[in-house]
């Protein structure tokens, strides 16, 4: 078995890069906020959570980047 490269933090083109570079299949899930009170980026997905499933694959949780916010007074 090939080593298993940390994916956390990373994006997700990298992390899929990494994976692919090893030759480890991978699968993904997307987890998202059960309120829609702070607005997220779905386009920039980052790695949050990485398991090790039966078969040597690894399953990727992805969460979007939330969305800079500026308020009235800059901050």
Same mark, same amino acid.
């Given at each position: ?18 994976? /692919?570079?090893?030759? #480890?299949?991978?699968? =993904? ?9 702070? +607005?997220?980026? @779905? ?5 949050? /959570?990485?398991?090790? #499933?039966?078969?040597? =694959? ?9 969305? +800079?916010?500026? @308020?009235?007074?800059?901050?």
């Amino acid at each position: 078995m090939a080593a298993i490269p940390d994916c956390i933090g990373r994006p997700r083109s990298e992390a899929q890069q990494l994976l /692919r570079a090893v030759g #480890l299949p991978f699968t =993904e899930e997307i987890t998202r906020p059960t309120r829609d009170f702070f +607005k997220t980026d @779905s386009t920039c997905l980052y790695v949050v /959570r990485q398991r090790l #499933l039966a078969g040597d =694959e690894v399953r990727l949780t992805l969460a979007a980047r939330m969305e +800079k916010e500026v @308020s009235c007074h800059g901050l």
